[in-house]
């Protein structure tokens, strides 16, 4: 496709608006003091995609991108136009690949996630470097695919410079981290989040960039860049195959095998197991609520904006193959001790699930 030539007006104000922020982003991604980098980085990558889409949308379509009220008026908030959110643009576009949009969706749900909490998120950052990197990436490809060369901002970035050792106070902070219930909260969804994704998009580059950084001691010439990045789909098969070699050597790769399911319960089990342990006799309505109110497994009526794999794995999970919940021994273990210590009256949990409030499962257990 021609690259459009854009003169004044709102497409190339949208446009020049997307690549601040993302130049945003990795400036205080990349400043090793800045506070709440991660989230920030996140955001400002979150607004520059978003406007990316807009300036493509004003260019091809006009001003559509807005919602409508039924009678055909635009939607308003606080006297502005409701423009397509993120997500509402990925499907209207249309014409991402899966792994792209994979990364996107991981973004825009942790972005969700972690714009309210009060923790230092840097940690969560070592974590998710290669989404990160991919979510950069991504967005100058699109950008160029949309607007031409011209707006490439390659040569705008730099490759993050990591310290080798981190000092010690700063490794007695990450520890508290680690002990913090918000920041395994994090790491958590995106242990789930990884684990539910087919392995060719998880091993995509446009998911997650995976860098190995090796130090280059041979043939080294005084002109050579200091960091060069290779492009695996233009390596010959016997490169490839070195790699492939060099990369067990770095890391070695652990693959368990197990059968399906195995320990899991269906809830007719888990109750029938809880009445036998417990002499209480538990209904399909009352195991609802109290997985609703400890937030062990998602219910559409109850958080209607949760992720179907927005489990407690301690005591749940979801079975992606038949689209149910399974349960773990611990579940049954938890009923039974709730029920015994008479911690929470049936009455009290009914009107926390009628008022839609939660509970703090650890609290109980």
Same mark, same amino acid.
């Given at each position: ?39 920030? @980085? ?5 607004? $520059? ?33 409701? $423009? ?8 209207? &576009? ?23 909490? #009060?923790?230092? *998120?840097?940690?969560?950052?070592? %974590?998710?470097?290669?989404? !990160?990197? %991919?979510?950069?990436? =991504? ?28 000092? #010690? ?6 520890? /508290? ?24 998009? @998880?091993?995509?580059?446009?998911? %997650? ?10 043939? #080294? ?14 390596? %010959? ?28 319960? /269906? ?24 997985? !609703? ?5 998602? &219910? ?10 927005? #489990? =407690?794995?301690?005591? !749940? ?5 038949? *689209? ?9 273990? @938890? ?9 929470? $009256? ?6 926390? @699930? ?7 499962? !650890?609290?109980?257990?």
């Amino acid at each position: 496709m021609k690259a459009p030539i854009l003169r004044k007006g709102k497409t190339k104000s949208l446009l020049e608006s997307s690549i601040d922020c993302a130049l945003l982003a990795v400036e205080i991604y990349n400043k090793p003091r800045a506070p709440f980098r991660v989230e920030t @980085f996140v955001t400002h990558m979150i607004m $520059a995609w978003t406007r990316l889409f807009q300036a493509h949308f004003n260019f091809t379509i006009g001003e559509t991108y807005f919602y409508k009220e039924k009678n055909g008026r635009y939607k308003l908030v606080d006297g502005e136009k409701k $423009a397509w959110e993120l997500k509402a643009c990925i499907s209207e &576009y249309g014409k991402l690949s899966q792994p792209v949009k994979t990364n996107l969706d991981f973004f825009i749900k942790l972005r969700n996630k972690i714009e309210h909490r #009060t923790i230092d *998120k840097d940690e969560i950052g070592l %974590s998710i470097f290669g989404e !990160c990197q %991919s979510l950069l990436y =991504n967005y100058e490809n699109e950008l160029i695919k949309l607007f031409g060369e011209d707006y490439a901002i390659n040569e705008s970035l730099a490759y993050s410079l990591q310290f080798s050792k981190i000092r #010690t106070t700063q490794q007695k902070e990450a520890s /508290k981290q680690l002990l913090s219930n918000e920041y395994r909260d994090l790491m958590e969804f995106i242990k789930k989040y990884r684990e539910h994704l087919r392995d060719d998009i @998880f091993q995509s580059q446009e998911y %997650s960039i995976k860098l190995i950084q090796i130090p280059k001691i041979a043939n #080294t010439s005084k002109n050579d860049l200091a960091v060069e990045f290779v492009n695996w789909n233009v390596l %010959s098969e016997e490169d490839k195959e070195k790699y492939e070699k060099l990369n067990a050597i770095v890391k070695d790769k652990v693959i368990k095998r197990e059968a399906i399911n195995i320990g899991k319960l /269906k809830p007719n089990l888990v109750l029938e197991s809880v009445k036998n342990i417990s002499g209480t006799k538990l209904s399909h309505n009352d195991h609802k609520q109290l997985l !609703c109110i400890f937030k062990v497994r998602p &219910y559409p009526d109850f958080s209607p904006d949760a992720d179907v794999f927005d #489990t =407690n794995t301690k005591y !749940c999970h979801y079975d992606e193959a038949h *689209k149910d919940y399974l349960y773990q021994d611990e579940w049954i273990n @938890f009923l039974v001790k709730l029920i015994q210590e008479k911690s929470l $009256a049936k009455e009290l949990w009914k009107q926390h @699930f009628k008022s839609r409030i939660t509970l703090n499962i !650890c609290d109980y257990e």
